[in-house]
């Protein structure tokens, strides 16, 4: 165990300077991509088992002011995530996970200089994965599964943050200010020491109180892990969003939307028993992005854990 957590503390060390050598980037509205229940989509359910993760994870953004010509607005976000996955029967999971964030949000140039950093719980997201198909090859020691994930983020997180008495931009606040249901599936083979994972998945947003409606979106995800011992894995992933503009009811928000592509490395350690942890980044390579906008990488940790 000790040289897995000496494997580990290297891990960690390289993460968090990846971190603090992140660039500012740009456009909120295109930050996430990838599978919104990656936690639940390694594997098919397991009756009456429960999984546990703490996620933590680390973006910045920044975009050019639609409110204020010659403005920028940035943001540097930390979000820490509970998550459960429960399983009730062999094919189905049953997800929440539950952010809590901290939004460093800054409006600077054209005359301004304002910030503000809201904290506290952002939008909870309900989500399920029914695995509808599998088929186990046992002379080939290989598994395949499909599934197909729906869920909603409820508006649970605060929407209306000022600074000197005006609200701050949608993509500073904690919440959205809407639901938003979401609609996808995923795919998995396994055949150790070789492991695949595909999903795509379709956003959609209600408009908020404040007449601002975020564009549909659409994440996917494809993933291959190479398993050269049972404690320990390497993963190498393609992820990838494309958002439509943002709308204040019928206005086109100029600076938001558009499409990423990232690579994904990653690695996960077998610490001890069924407790794994992980590291994960995301580095754009290509964007194709309306007005002025980009993206910097988003570093992922977490701690994972399986109850039987």
């Not at 359910?45 to 002011?65: C, E, G, M």
């Not at 409820?154 to 639901?179: C, E, V, W, Y």
């Not at 549909?216 to 894995?233: C, F, H, K, N, V």
């Amino acid at each position: 165990m000790l040289h897995r957590l000496a494997i580990w503390l290297v891990i960690s060390t390289f993460a968090m300077a990846l971190m603090v050598r992140v660039p500012v980037a740009r456009a909120c509205s295109v930050c996430e991509s990838g599978d919104p229940l990656v936690h639940a989509s390694d594997s098919a359910a397991h009756a009456n088992r429960l999984r546990l993760a703490l996620d933590f994870q680390y973006l910045t953004a920044t975009a050019a002011s639609d409110d204020m010509p010659g403005a920028t607005e940035s943001i540097n976000q930390f979000t820490l995530q509970p998550v459960i996955v429960y399983s009730p029967s062999p094919q189905l999971n049953l997800i929440l996970q539950a952010p809590v964030m901290r939004k460093h949000w800054t409006l600077t140039g054209g005359g301004t200089d304002e910030r503000q950093t809201p904290i506290g719980l952002g939008d909870l997201d309900l989500g399920t994965r029914w695995f509808f198909w599998q088929r186990k090859n046992w002379s080939a020691g290989s598994r395949q599964v499909l599934g197909l994930t729906t869920g909603v983020y409820l508006p649970t997180g605060p929407n209306d943050a000022k600074s000197d008495g005006m609200r701050i931009d949608d993509h500073a606040q904690l919440g959205r200010g809407s639901f938003e249901p979401y609609l996808g599936a995923t795919y998995a083979y396994h055949r150790d020491p070789w492991n695949t994972f595909a999903s795509a998945t379709a956003t959609a947003h209600t408009t908020n109180s404040y007449d601002y409606h975020y564009g549909t979106g659409l994440q996917w995800a494809m993933r291959e892990d190479y398993r050269p011992r049972s404690w320990i894995a390497f993963e190498l992933g393609a992820d990838g969003r494309y958002a439509m503009q943002d709308k204040i009811g019928r206005e086109i928000q100029e600076n938001t939307g558009g499409l990423v592509l990232a690579v994904a490395p990653g690695v996960a350690v077998n610490v001890v028993s069924n407790l794994w942890l992980r590291a994960h980044a995301e580095i754009p390579v290509y964007e194709r992005l309306y007005g002025a906008q980009s993206l910097g990488v988003t570093m992922s940790t977490s701690v994972e854990m399986l109850i039987q």
